[in-house]
């Protein structure tokens, strides 16, 4: 493995990585629209521009820019999950129903929950590298399968009556910011690391970019799509945890939808469905860009579903544009 690095930089792979990297076109375009809908939404919301606004807004999208940098490795890698919503709604029932109903400690509970989203992780990672079933059919199993058995250990109700201490987490303060979003930093700031900084991110580029030079090279190309499976399932779970710090129960409807959210962020960052290129920088402004359009239209007063319209239409409109990127390229 120690030559992995120096082969990698002379493989075509490589090159196209430096080719989509060498410019900011994607993050500029994220960036700009992002500060025009900024600036429209605080002509129509008075409360827009507010720091209570925007602190809320990073607290409650905390979660998502968490999965979100897990979904940028996934994605680059040429692979996606569908059931990040659906883990994060097992995970905060499951690490409920261990403290409330059987009274595990809250660490032992929450390792387990850990130990469980690692499986899952760990069981579609070997269906692609063994078998070759595509994530994106295992996934998308899974987010019917994690949300019913999340119904089924809860019998369908919500758990409440969790330690009072533990529902202060999601309300604490550090430094002027909430732990979730120094959670969410936390995440940000490792994803940047390893995806940019280390031979890690080389091998997560060269084989989005093309997995069959990548082996040739010596880049354990299964190995590493069962590790970004495992990581993002990771990433859900805690997220899921923390989401029941933050409603104090546990709910199997938690999360739902929320692979919309995190994908939206994802692709409209700059990441390509078909791998290869991406980077944290673009994932964040997505996020951003994801929050503020829901947070703006809150405050504008708009119903919910035209949000989800909204969103739709921005994925669509994200993909096409990324395949023109990818075919200029």
Excluded at 187 to 195: D, K, P, S, T, Y
């Amino acid at each position: 493995m120690s030559n992995t690095a120096g082969a990698t930089a002379g493989s075509p792979v490589h090159a196209d990585r430096k080719l989509n990297l060498s410019g900011w076109r994607a993050e500029i375009g994220v960036a700009v629209a992002l500060v025009a809908l900024s600036i429209f939404f605080s002509f129509n919301a008075p409360n827009f521009l507010t720091l209570e606004n925007w602190a809320t807004m990073l607290q409650q999208t905390s979660v998502i820019a968490m999965i979100a940098v897990g979904m940028t490795f996934v994605i680059i890698a040429g692979e996606i999950d569908l059931s990040v919503g659906a883990q994060v709604g097992l995970s905060g029932t499951l690490f409920a129903l261990l403290v409330v109903n059987h009274g595990m400690p809250v660490p032992a509970a929450f390792l387990l929950v850990l130990v469980e989203a690692a499986a899952v992780g760990a069981f579609t990672g070997v269906l692609r590298v063994v078998w070759g079933i595509p994530t994106f059919i295992t996934t998308l199993g899974l987010l019917s399968g994690l949300r019913g058995i999340a119904f089924y250990i809860s019998d369908g109700l919500t758990i409440s009556g969790l330690p009072p201490a533990f529902g202060n987490i999601w309300y604490a303060m550090f430094l002027g910011l909430s732990l979730p979003v120094w959670v969410m930093i936390l995440a940000i700031l490792l994803g940047w690391f390893f995806l940019s900084q280390h031979r890690f991110g080389q091998h997560v580029y060269a084989v989005g970019g093309n997995p069959e030079t990548a082996a040739r090279y010596g880049v354990h190309v299964g190995r590493l799509r069962i590790t970004v499976m495992i990581m993002i399932q990771l990433l859900a779970a805690i997220g899921g945890v923390l989401l029941v710090s933050r409603l104090n129960s546990g709910t199997p409807t938690v999360g739902e939808l929320m692979e919309l959210d995190v994908i939206a962020a994802v692709i409209v960052g700059g990441t390509l469905l078909t791998g290869g290129v991406g980077r944290i920088v673009g994932t964040v402004i997505g996020v951003l860009f994801v929050a503020v359009l829901r947070n703006g239209m809150v405050l504008n007063g708009l119903d919910p579903v035209v949000f989800l319209i909204a969103q739709g239409f921005v994925i669509i409109l994200a993909v096409w544009w990324s395949m023109l990127r990818k075919r200029q390229a």
